[in-house]
């Protein structure tokens, strides 16, 4: 695998964890640049991890792997989803903090995982190339920090501007996006 391809697809898995970290810190009032890191972290580690764990499946047993991803995927974008509109449309006006219960770890590593179940299915696919899947992770891995790192850091102009609209817009494109996941797999 040439290295621009797997820049190119280092950048496409990490397309999802950009969206989500936007519409994450888009609720927040000005996110720290702690918490932007932070964010990057998890979504990087979980989409170096991803992909690594896909690999694994796809030498054992890849019909399994790929017979369920998009129903988790779907299934973990929804409720993550479907939980910032509902917290969108039932948020006062005032805006909540970094760390706050809503913004827990356990929300983001929900998230994280939701949007790097492609990453997963990725992996499947190329257990099955010969490519080194160490290298090919972690370009994945640091792409994504970079973007999610990113998305949270530009949520800043557009939380202050749009609140609770520009959350309530971000779950409803989580859900999409497990959707659309669902259905390119159903239809495939």
């Keep these: 695998m040439s290295p621009f391809t797997i820049a190119a697809l280092a ?3 990490s397309i999802d964890a950009f969206v989500a970290s936007v519409s994450r ?8 640049l702690k918490e932007a890191l932070r964010t990057g972290i998890v979504f ?5 991890i991803t992909p690594l764990l896909g690999w694994l499946a796809g ?21 993550v989803g479907g939980r910032m509109v509902m917290e969108g449309f039932s948020r006062k006006e005032e805006v909540e903090q970094a ?3 809503s913004r827990s770890i356990l929300i983001l590593m929900a998230t994280a995982i939701g949007t790097s179940i492609d990453a997963m299915a990725v992996g499947v696919s190329l257990a099955f190339l010969e490519v080194n899947i160490v290298i090919v ?9 970079a973007m999610s790192t990113g998305g949270m850091l ?3 102009l557009i939380g202050v501007r749009f609140g609770k ?12 996006l497990g959707a659309s996941i669902l259905f390119d797999h159903l239809t495939a």
């Design 59 to 79: 030498i054992v047993a890849s019909q399994y792997v790929q017979a369920v991803d998009h129903w988790i995927a779907f299934t973990l974008l929804a409720i």
């Design 137 to 145: 992770a972690i370009a994945i891995g640091f792409a994504t920090f």
């Design 25 to 32: 810190g888009a609720g927040l009032k000005r996110p720290p």
């Design 165 to 176: 609209w520009a959350e309530v817009i971000g779950g409803i494109g989580l859900v999409a």
């Design 154 to 156: 530009l949520s800043r």
């Design 11 to 13: 950048v496409g898995m």
């Design 99 to 101: 760390g706050s219960d």
């Design 44 to 48: 990087g580690v979980v989409e170096t």
